[in-house]
């Protein structure tokens, strides 16, 4: 026996996509449906029965999951099984997106031809099979109502996909009958005495939902259950179903009754078919055991049921549902024309009489009822509904058994989403607003079943009011009325509404006393309550007003006023996408007027170079009439474009992309033309021109007045009247950084200054160059384009005057003042300079006084008191132990400024030998120590005990530490704290000198050791010093690799100055012991040579008195005659003496014959290095400062005597 073939729908939009499905599942010999789009993917299942649909997710104008939500709408295809196919990964794919909307798989692309024909077998084989079951269920229908208890157990066949669960007060599982194992998996012994919250999911457990929804069982009598459930294995599905509450007789609650339906797509395989059947033979069974308790649940089923006998049709019975279907009206006993006159002339009751007639089943899909609810009105329902004939046990039809669903709320929201399409439609083919707008109106009084009327009105900007633009049904003469009534919240609610933006209802117009004229027209048009939307763009603004009219009195309902304002939303959509349609419309109107009045000629070309438009200009400067330029090709409508620079630019724009600009001469006109070319989205070109001619000349001869400007060394810039560049000479480039060969004309002269100039020469310079001044000269600021280095200029600019008076360019001459600035800033700092060194010799020069005054007034005061009276011999010794002390002051006075000016000039020699660094410390201390014990400080120490070795020159490290040690000693009053610490700190050695004295403030810790700086003010200057011990010692260390650094606390804190020296190596042993000095030299011959009578004559005395012969010569030249006379073993010679100096006599020594062992002495006040390096040129042995110390003389004795042996 032949199968009959099933038809399967392929949708895609790709026809490619299509081909390949249909040659895939070509093997199957079952009918293909090929669709491209969702829409007819719909179409097609309102008009054919398919056994599955193979649905392409991305499609351009309605995605598969758009098209899926709309099929499962209708009531045709909600249980047709669907395959998405998607080009997105698994990962990727919306799985549960998919599920929701019932599909049974999805499949990627590209998919294997193998597994498709084996997805698609089971859905065929299914399609087979379930069509095989129904037919035997209906088999089994009818043996069934011949069984006992035919009424109940035909209830149970019609209600066999529906889950029973009754539960006590508190939501504990009684009874779990029906399909309740086959939909959630958990059997009725394990689920009874478990709270049915079990089945709802995780998510609405935790939002509190099945608490809620007995509670508003409770409270309204019924609970719609649409939600997700879970099965006892955790998968989830979605149900259709109603919660109710269960009382007895005396309406105590005794719990509730859920029921409810898988309504989510099933794929099973054929033999799931069969336990699905075995399933529901044991729910036969376990309903027929569970009696009057199913019965009860029964009568509360989410689906309507009612039992009419004999030909009237009398009800016997009728559920709950069927109750609120019908407004809970008396039925029983009643035939169907008595309880529901209204019934009649709808074709119902003729049905009816057809069912009991001839005993088929008679099944309708979206059935129209008008039923009178509670206040008399006709309300409009829609149901899928059965009417099947009841038999006796002979066979004999007794009555009509009518079972359903009401449908209305699908079916309505099915009739808005086409009413909007309708409309989107329309709005999209430009169809008239009006038609557009009426749609919409008359989607809304179907909605309704005729319980009202729709208008739109349509608010105006420039009235301040409404107009009419839709009303399908409303009297044209109320209509007219309404837009005759004067503008203002005053001429009705859709005034209000318009003004408000707020939804204005009015549920008795006749009651309402804020708009007499407007009651007047409603009432003379039978029109009694009324609800008015504003319609609302995006932004807010009131684009118009959706009314609602009713004859009768009513409130309008929730789903009512939903419908409403999601119309209202719809018209938003249409009436805005419209306004900005005629604003381009407007905006390309306005486009249009300023291309025809620019003096500037215009042509839209496009990609085929075809002329679509050509401005008055245009053909003024062409000569060429609109009419011979629109629609032509350029090339053909002006021939002499071809081949020359025109067309070369013109075709670089197109074949670009890009915007280009340039100037060309036009041969036939003999004129130039400034040509611009912008490309436009559609392949072609905007094309501007303009006559350059009556320009180029002039500026032509300002070119050639520029020419002058060349050779010049300053900026020479020539700019158009609006400060475009022009001309810019060979300086100005180089001083602007535009290259030689750069064009300028796309600079402004603006754009030549330094950023914080601009602004002054946009607001200042130009006015005045372009106005009634004509000039402006003074100091400015220029930036380098290139790398935007400032110079300062000084600019003149002036503007350039035609014949006429009138200005045809700007010109500048501008000099960088840079080497001029810069001059004049080097001479205010040297000025600056200047001043401070003034100010600062002053106050050396003054110190300098003061300290060489200290040390000579006790000088002289010792001498006076030598030459009164001979002393005692320990009033002689204190008196002798005082000026040697401040000789010795007086002398390290000096030596501190010779070694500054030696260090200033480079010309410091430093002697490094190893040293180590405690003996260092304890030669400074040594020297100190007169100074820290005479002023009571307290002294602390710390050296480290392991050596510490240095290479430094070991007597001017030890003139530092002494300097640091002194000056704490100086600034700490009596009876102070100096501590000095010697540590090693990261390769170098560190000595810190601290004292408890006055401190240093924080503003002056920056120049303590400055030259010739005392931070102390004039009272602390009675501690002496000129200043520079501090610089010496910074220098001294900076010379030995090393640092000094002074912190302190501030003003009364004391000081800290810490010294750092690179170690040296600390493999070296440390320098041997100084060899004891030999015994003194006597009985020497020493010639003296000064042209100082008083020093030559004291150092003589003193050398007799250490037991040697002593000449003195007073001038050179005395000097070498004495010594070539007397050949002495020593001769000290002074070194800047008048006629013959010092190393003029010592070479004449060294020349002279006899006197080569004579040992030659240098005692001058000269000790610089250049000075020693001078005094051995010339031949001396040694090179001594003044004044000499007895040590140092009787050093040089005993060198003389050495030399003598």
Not at 32 to 45: D, Y
């Amino acid at each position: 026996m032949n199968k009959k073939k099933v038809k399967i729908l392929l949708v895609d939009d790709q026809p490619a996509n299509l081909t390949a499905l249909e040659s895939v599942l070509a093997e199957l010999d079952e009918e293909l449906v090929s669709v491209g789009s969702g829409e007819q993917a719909l179409r097609a299942v309102l008009d054919h029965s398919f056994a599955l649909v193979l649905l392409d997710v991305q499609m351009p104008t309605m995605s598969g999951f758009d098209t899926a939500a709309l099929m499962r709408r209708h009531p045709r295809s909600q249980e047709l099984p669907i395959i998405f196919l998607t080009a997105a990964s698994q990962d990727a794919f919306p799985v549960e997106q998919a599920y929701a909307l019932g599909a049974v798989d999805y499949i990627t692309k590209p998919f294997n031809p193998v597994v498709l024909r084996a997805r698609v077998s089971v859905f065929i084989d299914l399609y087979r099979k379930t069509a095989a079951i129904a037919l035997l269920h209906h088999q089994r229908h009818q043996a069934a109502l011949r069984a006992r208890d035919e009424r109940i157990r035909l209830i149970l066949d019609s209600t066999r996909d529906y889950a029973f669960i009754g539960t006590d007060a508190e939501g504990v599982v009684t009874e779990w009958e029906g399909g309740a194992f086959d939909i959630l998996g958990w059997d009725a012994g394990s689920a009874r005495g478990r709270s049915a919250d079990m089945i709802f999911t995780h998510e609405d457990r935790a939002a509190g939902v099945p608490r809620a929804q007995r509670a508003l069982a409770l409270e309204t009598g019924r609970a719609t259950d649409k939600r997700w459930h879970v099965r006892r294995d955790g998968s989830r599905f979605f149900a259709e179903g109603v919660m109710v509450p269960l009382r007895d007789d005396a309406g105590k609650l005794r719990g509730y009754a859920h029921i409810f339906r898988d309504a989510t797509a099933e794929k099973l395989a054929s033999e799931q078919l069969a336990e699905i059947e075995a399933e529901r033979e044991r729910l036969f069974r376990q309903v027929e055991a569970a009696g009057d308790r199913l019965a009860d649940i029964f009568q509360r089923a989410p689906a309507f049921m009612c039992v009419m006998r004999g030909p009237e049709h009398k009800f016997e019975f009728a559920n709950q549902r069927f109750m609120q279907l019908v407004g809970d009206r008396p039925l029983l006993g009643l035939t169907v024309r008595e309880a529901l006159p209204e019934l009649e002339d709808q074709g119902l009751l003729e049905q009816y009489g057809a069912v009991y007639r001839d005993g088929e089943p008679v099944e309708d899909r979206n059935q129209r009822m008008l039923l009178r609810r509670e206040g008399g009105a006709l309300e409009q329902r829609f149901v899928d509904a059965v009417c099947i004939a009841l038999r006796e046990a002979d066979g004999a039809i007794s009555g009509v058994l009518v079972h359903g669903i009401d449908v209305t709320e699908r079916t309505l929201a099915g009739l808005l989403a086409e009413g909007q399409r309708s409309a989107l439609e329309l709005a999209v083919s430009d169809a008239p607003l009006g038609d557009v707008l009426d749609v919409l109106a008359s989607t809304a009084e179907d909605f309704s079943g005729g319980a009202g009327m729709a208008a739109i009105r349509l608010a105006d900007g420039e009235r301040g009011s409404l107009r009419q633009a839709a009303g399908p049904t409303l009297p044209q003469e109320f209509l007219d009325g309404l837009d005759a009534l004067p503008p203002g919240v005053q001429a009705g609610p859709e005034a209000l509404a318009a003004a408000s933006g707020e939804v204005v209802a009015v549920a008795d117009i006749g009651l309402e006393q804020r708009w007499p004229a407007y009651r007047a027209l409603a009432q003379a048009h039978g029109l009694r309550s009324c609800r008015s939307l504003p319609i609302l763009a995006p932004s807010g603004a009131v684009l118009g007003v959706f009314c609602w009219y009713c004859r009768d009195l009513r409130e309008h309902g929730e789903e009512q006023q939903e419908a409403l304002a999601l119309l209202a939303n719809t018209a938003s959509l249409v009436i805005g996408q419209r306004h900005e349609a005629q604003e381009r419309l407007a905006a390309e109107a306005r486009s249009l007027n300023i291309l025809e009045s620019i003096s500037e000629g215009f042509l839209a070309i496009g990609g085929d170079w075809r002329i679509s438009y050509a401005n008055h200009a245009a053909e003024q400067i062409t000569g060429a009439g609109r009419q011979a330029l629109v629609g032509a090709v350029l090339w053909d409508a002006i021939p002499e474009l071809r081949g020359g620079a025109i067309e070369q630019g013109l075709r670089r724009s197109v074949e670009q992309r890009t915007h280009v600009k340039f100037e060309a001469y036009y041969d036939p006109f003999g004129r130039w033309f400034e040509i611009n070319s912008c490309p436009t989205p559609d392949g072609g070109i905007a094309l501007y021109f303009r006559d350059e001619t009556d320009r180029r000349l002039a500026e032509e001869g300002i070119r050639r007045l520029a020419a002058v400007a060349e050779q010049s060394p300053d900026f020479i810039g020539i700019a158009t009247p609006d400060s475009m560049g022009m001309f810019l000479n060979p300086a100005g480039r180089r001083l602007s950084g535009i290259a030689a060969d750069a064009p300028i004309s796309n600079y402004s002269l603006a754009d030549f200054f330094a950023p914080e100039s601009r602004q002054f020469v946009l607001d200042e310079v130009l006015p005045a160059l372009t106005g009634a001044p004509a000039r402006w000269e003074g100091e400015l600021r220029f930036a380098h384009l290139a790398t935007g280095e400032v110079a300062p200029v000084y600019f003149k600019g002036f503007a350039v005057r035609d014949d006429r008076g009138e200005i045809i360019g700007l010109a500048t001459v501008t000099r960088d003042i840079t080497e001029q600035k810069r001059a004049e800033d080097e001479l205010r700092r040297v000025a600056a300079d200047l001043s401070e060194a003034d100010h600062r010799k002053s106050e050396f020069l003054a110190t300098l006084a003061h300290e060489l005054r200290n040390p000579l007034a006790p000088i002289r005061t010792g001498l006076d008191l030598l030459r009164m009276a001979p002393p005692e011999p320990a009033a002689l010794t204190r008196i002798l132990g005082m000026m040697d002390r401040q000789l010795g002051h007086l002398i390290h006075l000096v030596n501190d400024l010779l070694d500054v000016a030696r260090i200033t000039r480079g010309k410091i020699e430093l002697k490094k030998e190893p040293a180590e660094l405690k003996s260092l410390v304890a030669m400074a201390l040594e020297t100190g120590a007169a100074l820290v014990e005479a002023s009571g400080h307290a002294l602390t120490v710390e050296l480290p005990a392991d050596p510490i070795m240095l290479e430094v020159d070991s007597t001017r490290i030890v003139q530092v530490l002494s300097n640091l040690l002194n000056n704490a000693a100086k600034y700490t009053p009596p009876g102070g704290r100096i501590a000095v610490r010697a540590w090693t700190e990261e390769g170098q050695a560190v000595v810190a000198v601290s004292d408890s004295g006055i401190g240093i403030p924080a503003e002056a810790l920056g120049t303590v050791f400055d030259m010739f700086t005392q931070v102390r003010g004039n009272i602390d200057r009675a501690q002496g010093g000129l200043g520079i011990g501090l610089s010496l010692v910074r220098r001294l260390a900076e010379l030995h690799g090393g640092s000094v650094a002074a912190a302190s606390a501030g003003r009364g804190e004391g000081s800290t100055f810490t010294l750092r020296l690179p170690l040296g190596d600390s493999g070296r042993a440390a320098a041997g012991a100084v060899a004891d000095a030999d015994s003194p030299a006597s009985g020497l011959r020493v010639l003296v040579v000064d042209d100082n009578a008083d020093a030559a004559e004291s150092l003589s005395a003193l050398l007799s008195m250490l037991g040697h012969q002593a000449e003195v010569a007073l001038d050179g030249r005395s000097g070498f005659e004495a010594a070539r006379r007397a050949v002495p073993d020593l001769v000290f010679l002074d070194i800047g003496m008048p006629g013959m100096n010092g190393h003029e006599v010592a070479r004449a020594i060294r020349a002279s014959a006899g006197m080569e062992q004579v040992e030659l002495v240098a005692l001058t006040g000269w000790g610089a290095g250049d000075d020693v390096k001078r005094s051995r040129e010339a031949g001396f042995d040694q090179h001594l400062t003044k004044p000499v110390s007895i040590d140092a003389l009787e050093r040089a004795l005993r060198a003389a005597a050495g030399r003598k042996k």
